[in-house]
């Protein structure tokens, strides 16, 4: 079959066609239906890959480790900054170069804009965007788009709702750019002021024709929702925009609980990236609609797809 992804790097969701993420989809349902009936899935025997992270993280990190392990690779996983040479002042880019050396491929997640992109540029072995920043997150993305086609079988028409911290949610702007690839009914921008959507992804948006409104009621556009895409406010990037005094309030702006859900759709479905702080109250872990533990499950998969078709294994 081949991936037109095999030796690619990914800094953007917006590299991703229709038919990748076709081909992605059926790889991810392929490897978690003969993982589940115990057979083998080690198409990376003999790939080696190297986990770097230049900021905190549960789920990428380890969805990435575990999948790389489960394939039958093996993985190197640096997760903060103090173990590495870095600390006694070596350069981002002899740090890259050296990994380099040793893996077949790199993932990588740095708090500064374009990371992934200049790393990629350092080295000849792929590197994958695993969070530059506030700018994008696109194998997160990748695997909303999966929770979605999976949980509501379809794009065509949808209502979607992307709420929370806009302005620095990397995650919601890599999603923008696979949801404007399909014909969705509507997106719904809810943020407060201060932390809407940049221009950037506002202008892809209208450029691919995808309807969408700003507004920072929740309750506008809940009951039309059909997926509610939940935010944690991106605390880490408010001191560098001189905004912190800004946070607490911010914070506040919208919690959801089983009250807020009354006037949700029955079948719509809650996604949150994860971490949550204050944004989802726990009691509605209990609500069928709360998708978010089945959004970080398939991640699982959807990072063995994406690893082997990167790494030219499909
Ligand atoms: C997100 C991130 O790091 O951008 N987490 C994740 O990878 N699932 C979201 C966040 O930190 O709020």
Same mark, same amino acid.
């Given at each position: 079959?081949?991936?037109?992804?095999?030796?690619?790097?990914?800094?953007?969701?917006?590299?991703?066609?229709?038919?990748?993420?076709?081909?992605?989809?059926?790889?991810?349902?392929?490897?978690?239906?003969?993982?589940?009936?115990?057979?083998?899935?080690?198409?990376?025997?003999?790939?080696?890959?190297?986990?770097?992270?230049?900021?905190?993280?549960?789920?990428?990190?380890?969805?990435?480790?575990?999948?790389? *392990?489960?394939?039958?690779?093996?993985?190197?996983?640096?997760?903060?900054? *103090?173990?590495?040479?870095?600390?006694?002042?070596?350069?981002?880019?002899?740090?890259?170069?050296?990994?380099?050396?040793?893996?077949?491929?790199?993932?990588?997640?740095?708090?500064?804009?374009?990371?992934?992109?200049?790393?990629?540029?350092?080295?000849?072995?792929?590197?994958?965007?695993?969070?530059?920043?506030?700018?994008?997150?696109?194998?997160?993305?990748?695997?909303?788009?999966?929770?979605?086609?999976?949980?509501?079988?379809?794009?065509?028409?949808?209502?979607?709702?992307?709420?929370?911290?806009?302005?620095?949610?990397?995650?919601?702007?890599?999603?923008?750019?696979?949801?404007?690839?399909?014909?969705?009914? *509507?997106?719904?921008?809810?943020?407060?002021?201060?932390?809407?959507?940049?221009?950037? !992804?506002?202008?892809?948006?209208?450029?691919?024709?995808?309807?969408?409104?700003?507004?920072?009621?929740?309750?506008?556009?809940?009951?039309?929702?059909?997926?509610? !895409?939940?935010?944690?406010? *991106?605390?880490?990037?408010?001191?560098?925009?001189?905004?912190?005094?800004? !946070?607490?309030?911010?914070?506040?702006?919208?919690?959801?609980?089983?009250?807020?859900?009354?006037?949700?759709?029955?079948?719509?479905?809650?996604?949150?990236?994860?971490?949550?702080?204050?944004?989802?109250?726990?009691?509605?872990?209990?609500?069928?609609?709360?998708?978010?533990?089945?959004?970080?499950?398939?991640?699982?998969?959807?990072?063995?797809?994406?690893?082997?078709?990167?790494?030219?294994?499909?």
């Amino acid at each position: 079959m081949g991936s037109r992804l095999s030796g690619m790097s990914i800094h953007s969701a917006n590299q991703f066609t229709p038919s990748d993420l076709d081909q992605c989809f059926s790889l991810t349902r392929e490897l978690e239906n003969r993982d589940a009936r115990g057979e083998s899935i080690d198409l990376l025997r003999n790939k080696r890959g190297t986990v770097l992270f230049y900021e905190n993280s549960t789920r990428t990190a380890s969805s990435f480790t575990m999948a790389m *392990q489960a394939m039958g690779g093996s993985v190197d996983k640096i997760v903060g900054v *103090q173990y590495s040479s870095e600390a006694k002042g070596e350069v981002f880019a002899d740090t890259v170069r050296t990994h380099a050396c040793y893996s077949h491929v790199l993932v990588l997640r740095h708090p500064e804009d374009g990371a992934a992109e200049r790393a990629a540029k350092l080295c000849n072995i792929p590197v994958i965007n695993a969070g530059d920043g506030s700018r994008e997150h696109p194998t997160q993305a990748v695997l909303d788009m999966f929770t979605i086609h999976r949980e509501l079988g379809r794009f065509d028409g949808l209502n979607v709702t992307l709420l929370g911290d806009l302005l620095f949610g990397r995650t919601v702007h890599a999603l923008c750019y696979l949801l404007s690839q399909y014909p969705v009914k *509507q997106v719904n921008l809810v943020s407060p002021e201060i932390l809407r959507l940049p221009e950037v !992804y506002r202008q892809h948006l209208a450029e691919r024709g995808v309807r969408f409104h700003e507004m920072t009621d929740l309750a506008e556009c809940l009951p039309e929702t059909d997926v509610l !895409y939940d935010t944690r406010v *991106q605390k880490e990037r408010f001191t560098k925009a001189g905004i912190e005094h800004l !946070y607490e309030e911010v914070k506040k702006a919208y919690i959801i609980t089983p009250e807020t859900l009354k006037a949700a759709k029955k079948d719509m479905i809650v996604m949150h990236p994860f971490p949550r702080v204050n944004e989802i109250t726990m009691e509605v872990d209990h609500d069928p609609r709360a998708a978010y533990f089945r959004q970080i499950r398939n991640g699982l998969y959807v990072r063995m797809a994406l690893l082997a078709m990167v790494l030219g294994k499909v």
